[in-house]
């Protein structure tokens, strides 16, 4: 979900410039059109694609979260875009309709553009083409949702025991290469007593009680903003047996 993309033929599209559009859309909003598709010219087909074009409510709450993060910078991104969610159901559909517009116009212009170069292509570069797509977006997807999560505030993963001593000993050993470094500490790890593993193995618990808790919290947000997507396959389906299982 690349953003900042320059304006192409959405003005033309609709008829308005961007200033009419955007009259008595108050100083909270700034123009949409700033994330408008624009195709580029790379050295490969696959990338000469197009991207798709925002939708109507990603455009707006990538346009609010700068100015929601300058007003608040001690805020976690999840109560931004709970609060952008808000302010976009509050939104009056004369407001909401700049972005629908955009998107719609963004949405007419992608389909002409992947047309245009599919008709440029004969069927055995069409398969091939596909192929090259389906792997390029597969490498992209895990990427794309680690960066949309790390967004939306998504808690970090609770460490073992072996990972939260790593760390703390890491910083410590200062000769050296990384490689040797790991070894040393493993060997060192191995050679712990059972009451000094221990001191690590309660750390351990206490980060997934951490973990548990921020869970809880993050993903009464998600529901709140609709992103019931983002919940874990447990946590969804815990009201048919009520049990809560992590």
Not at 19 to 45: E, H, K
Not at 147 to 176: V, W
Not at 221 to 244: C, F, P, S, W, Y
Request: charged share 30%; hydrophobic share 30%; with cysteine.
């Amino acid at each position: 979900m690349a953003f900042f993309r320059g304006v192409w033929s959405v003005l033309s599209a609709l008829g308005k410039s961007g200033a009419d559009l955007c009259a008595g859309c108050g100083s909270r909003l700034r123009s949409p059109f700033s994330f408008a598709y624009v195709p580029r010219c790379f050295s490969s087909t696959v990338n000469s694609y197009p991207k798709k074009p925002l939708t109507s409510y990603v455009r707006f709450s990538k346009e609010q979260l700068p100015i929601f993060k300058a007003q608040n910078p001690d805020a976690k991104n999840s109560e931004l875009i709970r609060k952008i969610a808000q302010l976009w159901r509050e939104l009056p559909d004369s407001e909401k309709k700049i972005y629908e517009d955009a998107y719609r116009a963004d949405w007419q212009a992608y389909k002409e553009e992947i047309n245009r170069i599919q008709e440029q292509l004969t069927p055995s570069q069409i398969v091939s083409l596909e192929k090259e797509i389906q792997q390029k977006r597969l490498k992209k997807k895990a990427l794309i949702k680690k960066r949309e999560l790390t967004m939306l505030g998504k808690p970090k993963r609770p460490r073992s025991a072996y990972n939260i001593y790593i760390a703390e000993r890491f910083q410590e050993h200062k000769d050296g290469t990384s490689q040797v470094k790991l070894k040393t500490i493993n060997e060192n790890w191995k050679n712990l007593s059972s009451s000094q593993k221990q001191v690590y193995i309660q750390l351990a618990n206490d980060d997934k009680i951490r973990y548990y808790n921020e869970m809880k919290s993050w993903e009464e947000q998600m529901l709140e903003v609709g992103r019931n997507d983002l919940l874990r396959r447990t946590v969804k389906h815990q009201a048919k047996n009520g049990i809560e299982e992590y």
